[in-house]
Each structure stands twice: as structure tokens, then as C-alpha cells.
């Protein structure tokens, strides 16, 4: 499936109404890229969509929470950036 992690509801309403997107609000994005991948882990885990150790593809534009679309792709291992 396709998650997506967005800081704004209005982002959240249309990503699932014009592309059936499940979406996911947390509070604000970090300027730290990994720090925001970290947060979107532990909401994607507290939602079901994921588990320690799966791969997924993160997207993203940075900075971010800018408008202007997408400039950056990690393919990335749940739960690998963790702080303790």
C-alpha cells in the first residue's frame, strides 16, 4: 500500500480523496530529514501499516513543508535510525 505522512489535514483529505492514498497526521516535521523519517515510523507502527524491519521507500521534498514536490527517495529499513 501506499502511506503517506503529512503534517497538514488539507494534504491529508486530498491525497486520499483524488489518489486513495491512506495518510497519516502528525504534529509538524522536524528540519532534521532523519529525525521526520523516525516520526513517520513510529506513527506508520502505531497505525499497523508497519513493523520494525520492513523495507519502504520514503519520498519526500526538502526542506521540508515546502511546497514544490518531491527531490529526495531512501529506501529504508523500519526502525534502522532509531534513537534509544
Same mark, same amino acid.
Given at each position: 500500500?501506499?502511506?503517506?505522512?503529512?503534517?497538514?489535514?488539507?494534504?491529508?483529505?486530498?491525497?486520499?480523496?483524488?489518489?486513495?492514498?491512506?495518510?497519516?497526521?502528525?504534529?509538524?516535521?522536524?528540519?532534521?530529514?532523519?529525525?521526520?523519517? /523516525?516520526?513517520?515510523? /513510529?506513527?506508520?507502527?502505531?497505525?499497523?501499516?508497519?513493523?520494525? =524491519?520492513?523495507?519502504?521507500?520514503?519520498?519526500?521534498?526538502?526542506?521540508?513543508? /515546502?511546497?514544490?514536490?518531491?527531490?529526495?527517495?531512501?529506501?529504508?529499513?523500519? =526502525?534502522?535510525?532509531?534513537?534509544?
Amino acid at each position: 500500500p501506499i502511506v503517506a505522512i503529512t503534517p497538514l489535514e488539507s494534504t491529508l483529505y486530498q491525497l486520499s480523496l483524488v489518489w486513495g492514498i491512506k495518510s497519516v497526521l502528525v504534529p509538524e516535521f522536524e528540519d532534521d530529514f532523519l529525525e521526520t523519517v /523516525r516520526k513517520g515510523d /513510529r506513527a506508520l507502527i502505531e497505525m499497523g501499516f508497519v513493523k520494525d =524491519g520492513d523495507l519502504v521507500i520514503v519520498s519526500a521534498g526538502i526542506p521540508a513543508a /515546502r511546497a514544490g514536490g518531491t527531490n529526495a527517495m531512501k529506501l529504508h529499513i523500519v =526502525g534502522e535510525n532509531a534513537k534509544s
